[in-house]
Every structure is written in structure tokens, then in C-alpha cells.
């Protein structure tokens, strides 16, 4: 059996990250599990989180992270901890995802990291700039611009996320509370390509483009939009940044926003996580209302996978039926976080458009 499942391992190694490497992979821990081999089960558990996580599969990340855990704590001689500590955040990053989460085990969670940081020697700045991350994902603003300087006052450690990241999430904190200037200064370097790493301009050019336009610099914006776009059109993980293009195309150039929507929508309809799926449905009403305020009458190709578009559908039928959907995920999350952000922020873009 042992064969069998190497030979899966080998052939998941020749795929590029998605969804048939992660079939592959799930049926080597299933065969490992099923064989009691629970440190190869471990093994492939981390390559399932790895390809997971940077694919847009964020569930099957959650899922195989949970067990690798419990499998740990019961015998930590046996596996790599810096290994389980780093991968610990990309965990983090993404759980407040999921509205079935709730804050208290999301809270629990970060104060679990902290701990096992701190068992291994490792610094606090990891466990304050998530809880600076967490706190923007809840739209908690206030509460994230205390763990922003809180998490700049510690020393960087081997366990800190890279410069470029850290930097892009401070754009990202200016550009949610709307301080457009200090956004584009925080960018500055990253703009300039001074800070980079795998997804450091990827995420950040989306956040800086309503900053420029409101700011008059529409055809830096458009720029933007073009080389920011380019990085993440063939990525499901970037959902969410794909949502804030058409945040943006839905002000600055809304005809264009419909090759987006259209390119993207089946992504959205089966992605695993219900923020990025709000993001892009709240984003894609904001851009379709502009469309039929203005008169526009052209029809948009939906996806064949959604039984309901079998059928011509107006702008206005379209918009009814996606716009509830994205007001009851944003109740949701409202409901976990304590507060009415999500749901505020859809209606005023909407309203925007």
C-alpha cells in the first residue's frame, strides 16, 4: 500500500497546485488512513494544506491543518514544529472566512497560536499582526489599528510574516477605513516594486485603485487595474481581489467590468468560503446596477453550471437574485462579528453605483 500511495505523491508532485493535485492527494490520505500510516497521513495532510491554501480551496486546508493538530499534540517528538507554526498562520489568515465560525473559537484559536509561539521561542509579533488581520476581516477597525501598532513595536523573528506582506496588509487597513492618501504612501514601496514576494503586488493593486481615482490619478488607476488584474485572472485564490477589480471597473469603467464578472462568476458559485463569495457577489450587483441605472440593455453569459440562468436573464433579474444572497452572507458575518460592517458596506456600494 505504502507504493501505491508514494506513486500518488509522485504524480500530485508533477501537477500544478488546483483541484486535481488535491484529488489526488486526498485519496493518498485516504489510503494512508485507512492503512494506519498516520505519519504519512501527516505528510500528505501538510501537502493538502500547502496546495489548499494558495489555490482557493480554503475548507480543505482548515480540514487537513485540524488534524494535523490533534495528530501533534499527541506525539510532538514526532513531526516538525516550525513546520506546524508557520502553516499555523496561514490558518489564521483564513478562518474568519466561514460565518459558521464563530468569534470565540476564532479568539481561541489566535490565543492557541500565541501559546505554541511563545513553548518554541518565538515572538509575539505573529500572534498581534493576525490579530490585526483578524480584526480588519471582522471590520473591526478601531480594534485594528491598536493591533497595528501594537504589532510594529515587536521585532521581526523567523516566524514574521515577509516585509512585503505585512506592508500590503497595512494598505489594506488605510483602504477599508477610506484614509486614501495614507494608502497610497503606505504602497509606495510596493508600487514601486521595492517590496514584493508570491502575492505582494498581487493583492495590493486592487486596494490601491479607488484611492487613485478618487484621488484624480485615473489613468495611474487604470494602470493599476490592468497589471494587477493580469497577476490574479487565472488564480482561484483571488477571489476576493478579483471582487475589488470589479469594486473598481464598477465606478471607473463598468462595460468592462462584464468580461470580468462573466470570466469569474462560476469561481464564485462553487468557492468554498462565504466572504469571498459575498465580495464577489456584492461587487458584481454594485457593477450590474450601475449598468441598468444607466439603461444598459445587453445581456450577460452565466454560468451553464447555475440551472437558474438557463434562460435569458435581464440586468434587473440578475441583480434580484444575486443581491439577497450577498445580503444574507453579510447578516451572517455581521451576526459572528458583532456588528453591522459587511452589511453597511454593501449598501453603500451599492448605493455608489
Keep these: 500500500m505504502e507504493d501505491t ?18 484529488a489526488i492527494l486526498e485519496e493518498a490520505v485516504r489510503l494512508a488512513d485507512t492503512s494506519g500510516l498516520k ?15 494558495f489555490n482557493g480551496y480554503p ?3 482548515l480540514i487537513a491543518f485540524s488534524w494535523q ?8 517528538e514526532e513531526y516538525d514544529a516550525d513546520e506546524l507554526l508557520w502553516n499555523y498562520k496561514w490558518i489564521l489568515g483564513k478562518v474568519c472566512s466561514f460565518s459558521n465560525i464563530s468569534k ?7 490565543e492557541d497560536m500565541r501559546r505554541r509561539y511563545a513553548e518554541y521561542g518565538y515572538n509575539e509579533r505573529p500572534y498581534y499582526y493576525y490579530k490585526f488581520r483578524i480584526a480588519m476581516d471582522m471590520g473591526e477597525l478601531d480594534e485594528a489599528r491598536r493591533y497595528l501598532d501594537t504589532f510594529r513595536s515587536v521585532e521581526r523573528d523567523s516566524m514574521s510574516d515577509c516585509e512585503a506582506c505585512e506592508q500590503s496588509q497595512m494598505v489594506r487597513f488605510y483602504y477599508l477605513t477610506g484614509e486614501d492618501e495614507q494608502a497610497l504612501a503606505v504602497a509606495k514601496p510596493i508600487l514601486s516594486g521595492r517590496m514584493k514576494c508570491a502575492e505582494v503586488p498581487h493583492v495590493t493593486l486592487s486596494q490601491v ?13 487604470k494602470e493599476n487595474h490592468r497589471k494587477g488584474y493580469r497577476l490574479i485572472r487565472d488564480e482561484r485564490d483571488f477571489l476576493k481581489t478579483i471582487a475589488e477589480h470589479i469594486e ?14 462573466e470570466r469569474h462568476l462560476h469561481m464564485a458559485l462553487d468557492y468554498e468560503s462565504g466572504l469571498e463569495q459575498m465580495y464577489f457577489y456584492a461587487t458584481m450587483v454594485s457593477l450590474l446596477q450601475k449598468l441598468d441605472t444607466s439603461g444598459e440593455k445587453r ?17 434587473t433579474e440578475i441583480i434580484a437574485y444575486f443581491r439577497p444572497l450577498a445580503e444574507s452572507a453579510a447578516a451572517d458575518f455581521d451576526r459572528r462579528n458583532g456588528n453591522t460592517f459587511y452589511s453597511d458596506w454593501i449598501g453603500k456600494i451599492v448605493q455608489t453605483a
Design 39 to 53: 505519519e504519512l497521513a501527516y505528510e500528505i495532510r501538510g501537502e493538502i494544506v500547502d496546495c489548499a491554501i
Design 209 to 221: 485603485l479607488l484611492p487613485l481615482y478618487r484621488q484624480g490619478e485615473v489613468d495611474e488607476a
Design 59 to 61: 475548507l480543505k486546508s
Design 5 to 22: 500511495i508514494y506513486e500518488l505523491m509522485e504524480q500530485a508532485q508533477d501537477l500544478p497546485g488546483g483541484a486535481a493535485k488535491l
Design 104 to 110: 470565540t473559537q476564532i479568539e481561541d484559536l489566535a
Design 299 to 315: 445581456l450577460i453569459r452565466l454560468p451553464a453550471s447555475l440551472e437558474w440562468a438557463r434562460e435569458d436573464r435581464t440586468l
Design 248 to 261: 473598481y471597473l464598477a465606478i471607473a469603467d463598468p462595460i468592462q467590468g462584464i468580461e470580468v464578472v
Design 69 to 76: 493538530l490533534g495528530q501533534f499534540d499527541q506525539n510532538p
